[in-house]
């Protein structure tokens, strides 16, 4: 039996990607604009270019006190090969295992196309990617016999398997070259113009491409880049045969390369997948013969179903519950363990390319209201899962202890409205947990009104999107913006439309989380930060975070990157295009009849999918043999 862990918080050590890098090379108001929430259709689009950046290029003074330390070690790092068994056990073959599929059907089936994890949760288990991440902190190349870094690291080669094979498409292909360079394209938006939310990140790695024969493609890259087989390993940069269009892959899971295919879908209930036959992973194949995907909405539901054996294996915080978990757990009848979390940070975002977030001045009220201990009680309802975090968790990869985060200072700019108002300078707290403390930032922040120029209050609607954890931060996020006076309407959209409404600048400000797969900094600077980012939603643009990105990703000195990433993290805390909350882990429960998990836990459930479906196998089955 595992130990479980009640609380911790994973630190994600740097020092691995020096180490990636190197044993890869050796084995291989001024102005009016009226704002009124939708109602049917969403207000007018006004999209902006990338904005200016609001404060000065040079690198900030770190705003806090912390010592700067090589990381720790992680709390609890599982390295055991995927296919070894916690209880030394002979694997078994065969057999079903039923799971939670998300909580609604896929939106699409173009996991490079799309940016929410309801859909990776579905769509991973029939694709295959370059690489992979089958547990703990091991990067292997899914779809390659070998692959190595050289030129100094500027060039990455990958020598490619000969049976990745798209059964299902007419004559079966198999993987070449030219389908890696075509997918690699479309991830980068070089196809049809649209780059992949989570997966288009490599387009500010990669200048080009080469396919000397049907097995070998040579990547280009502009710079050493140790993280990027790491940060491929997300569900979302899958591999397509060359040619498949978006229109083809929207509802057709017959694409794809994976170790599952579709047996049976029945909307709105379930999904049941069997095994592809030509699907290998060297000599590995799938231990299950089939698994069922079911749709469960409600986490009430979601954990009754658990706790009653009608799912083998979910993941979720703990919300409610506890003691039934504790008892199966006793008894030796579940399992259960906290992982790192998924999603890093969340908190508020807030569109400064428009009005009125484009005043300095009501980005920094909106972040002095809020009581980020009432967020984590709230939000994440377990205290002991979540924590006040920036952009990066505490013990991250800027080594801000949990009170330097707390301690964490900003200033309210030096504008004539501040001025005006006697504010200008004034410093304050805004992850205090200190109700005295929360009561005096709201003060602030209604005099930071005063200065943006809605003296008494104003209304905003709030965009929202309808998902448990974004609903409860939608629903706190707007309760408390209305003690200071920010009203208006929360009006709320389902995933897809709400990340349409996203990439076209129709919204005001919402709550948001950014979801990684390997919580590396180069994922969320490139994914989320730099200028014209994958996911860069909110607009930003700064140039001093373009350079530091640039300069961290192919630093191979841990203290030289850790400091980097901190300069970083303070500018953004500067120019505030977000009001930072929490970090958040996640945990990981499975009746003891079901083997081979926790090897394979490894960056986030983004990266879990796919390895865990191969490896995992359950203790009745009924074969011990193929």
């Known amino acids: 039996m595992l130990h479980r862990i009640s609380s911790v918080i994973f630190l994600r050590p740097m020092l691995a990607m020096v180490l990636l890098f190197v044993l890869a090379a050796a084995c291989g108001p001024a102005e009016e604009e009226t704002?009124?929430?939708?109602?049917?259709?969403?207000?007018?689009?006004?999209?902006?270019?990338?904005?200016?950046?609001?404060?000065?290029?040079?690198?900030?003074?770190?705003?806090?006190a912390g010592v700067v330390a090589q990381p720790t070690a992680t709390s609890r790092v599982v390295?055991?090969?995927?296919?070894?068994?916690?209880?030394?056990?002979?694997?078994?073959?065969?057999?079903?295992?039923?799971?939670?599929?998300?909580?609604?059907?896929?939106a699409t089936m173009d996991n490079q196309y799309s940016s929410s994890g309801g859909d990776n949760s579905w769509n991973s288990y029939w694709y295959t990617g370059i690489f992979w991440n089958p547990g703990g902190q091991r990067v292997e190349c899914e779809a390659c016999e070998s692959w190595e870094f050289q030129d100094g690291g500027e060039t990455m080669v990958l020598n490619l398997r000969d049976n990745v094979t798209f059964y299902q498409m007419p004559g079966s292909p198999t993987l070449n070259a030219t389908d890696v360079k075509y997918s690699l394209n479309k991830m980068m938006g070089l196809v049809d113009g649209i780059p992949s939310?989570?997966?288009?990140?490599?387009?500010?790695?990669?200048?080009?491409?080469?396919?000397?024969?049907?097995?070998?493609?040579?990547?280009?890259?502009?710079?050493?880049?140790?993280?990027?087989?790491?940060?491929?390993?997300?569900g979302f940069s899958v591999l397509y045969k060359d040619g498949t269009t978006r229109e083809e892959l929207k509802s057709d899971p017959s694409k794809g390369s994976g170790p599952w295919m579709v047996d049976e879908w029945i909307r709105a209930?379930?999904?049941?997948?069997?095994?592809?036959?030509?699907?290998?992973?060297?000599?590995?194949?799938?231990?299950?013969?089939?698994?069922e995907l079911v749709i469960i909405r409600d986490n009430a539901a979601r954990r009754a179903a658990f706790l009653t054996g009608k799912t083998d294996l979910d993941s979720w915080s703990f919300t409610a519950d506890n003691d039934v978990y504790e008892k199966?757990?006793?008894?030796?009848?579940?399992?259960?363990?906290?992982?790192?979390?998924?999603?890093?940070v969340n908190g508020t975002m807030m569109n400064a390319n428009r009005l009125p977030f484009r005043d300095i001045e009501l980005r920094h009220a909106l972040n002095a209201a809020v009581d980020r201990a009432g967020y984590i009680i709230n939000v994440h309802q377990v205290p002991q899962t979540a924590s006040p975090a920036l952009i990066f968790?505490?013990?991250?990869?800027?080594?801000?202890?949990?009170?330097?985060?707390?301690?964490?200072?900003?200033?309210?700019?030096?504008?004539?409205?501040?001025?005006?108002?006697?504010?200008?300078?004034?410093?304050?707290?805004?992850?205090?947990?200190?109700?005295?403390?929360?009561?005096?930032?709201?003060?602030?922040?209604?005099k930071l009104l005063t200065a943006a120029g809605y003296e008494g209050g104003t209304e905003i609607w709030q965009m929202g999107e309808l998902s448990t954890g974004y609903t409860r931060g939608s629903v706190y996020i707007h309760d408390q913006t209305s003690k200071v006076g920010i009203t208006g309407e929360l009006v709320e959209y389902e995933g897809p439309e709400w990340d349409a409404k996203l990439k076209a600048g129709e919204w005001l400000y919402g709550n948001t989380w950014m979801c990684l797969t390997t919580g590396d900094p180069d994922e969320l600077w490139s994914s989320f930060l730099v200028t014209g980012g994958s996911r860069n939603d909110f607009g930003y643009s700064n140039t001093f975070?373009?350079?530091?990105?640039?300069?961290?990703?192919?630093?191979?000195?841990?203290?030289?990157?850790?400091?980097?990433?901190?300069?970083?993290?303070?500018?953004?805390?500067?120019?505030?295009?977000?009001?930072?909350?929490a970090f958040s882990q996640g945990t990981k429960?499975?009746?003891?009849?079901?083997?081979?998990?926790?090897?394979?836990?490894?960056?986030?459930?983004?990266?879990f999918n796919r390895p865990a479906s191969v490896f995992m196998w359950l203790e009745d089955a009924p074969r011990t043999t193929k």
């Open 79 to 106: 390295v055991a090969q995927p296919t070894a068994t916690m209880s030394g056990e002979q694997p078994r073959y065969g057999g079903k295992l039923t799971t939670r599929g998300g909580s609604r059907d896929p």
């Open 545 to 581: 975070v373009d350079e530091g990105f640039i300069s961290q990703s192919k630093d191979l000195d841990a203290v030289s990157r850790l400091a980097t990433n901190r300069a970083m993290e303070d500018q953004v805390m500067a120019d505030l295009p977000f009001a930072s909350m």
């Open 589 to 607: 429960a499975w009746w003891t009849y079901v083997n081979g998990i926790e090897p394979v836990i490894g960056f986030s459930n983004y990266a």
């Open 269 to 291: 209930t379930k999904m049941s997948l069997i095994q592809n036959p030509g699907y290998h992973f060297g000599d590995t194949n799938p231990y299950l013969d089939t698994i």
């Open 393 to 446: 968790e505490p013990g991250g990869f800027t080594q801000r202890t949990l009170q330097d985060t707390v301690d964490y200072v900003w200033t309210v700019p030096d504008t004539e409205a501040t001025r005006a108002e006697g504010i200008a300078g004034e410093t304050y707290k805004a992850m205090a947990t200190d109700p005295a403390v929360v009561d005096k930032n709201r003060e602030l922040s209604r």
């Open 328 to 344: 199966l757990y006793s008894e030796g009848k579940i399992d259960w363990v906290m992982t790192a979390g998924t999603c890093l």
């Open 197 to 234: 939310a989570r997966g288009g990140f490599v387009k500010e790695y990669i200048d080009s491409i080469e396919t000397p024969d049907d097995l070998t493609v040579i990547l280009r890259l502009y710079q050493p880049a140790p993280a990027l087989p790491r940060l491929m390993t997300s």
């Open 35 to 64: 704002q009124v929430a939708p109602t049917a259709a969403a207000p007018t689009a006004t999209t902006a270019a990338a904005a200016t950046a609001t404060t000065a290029m040079a690198a900030p003074t770190a705003t806090t």
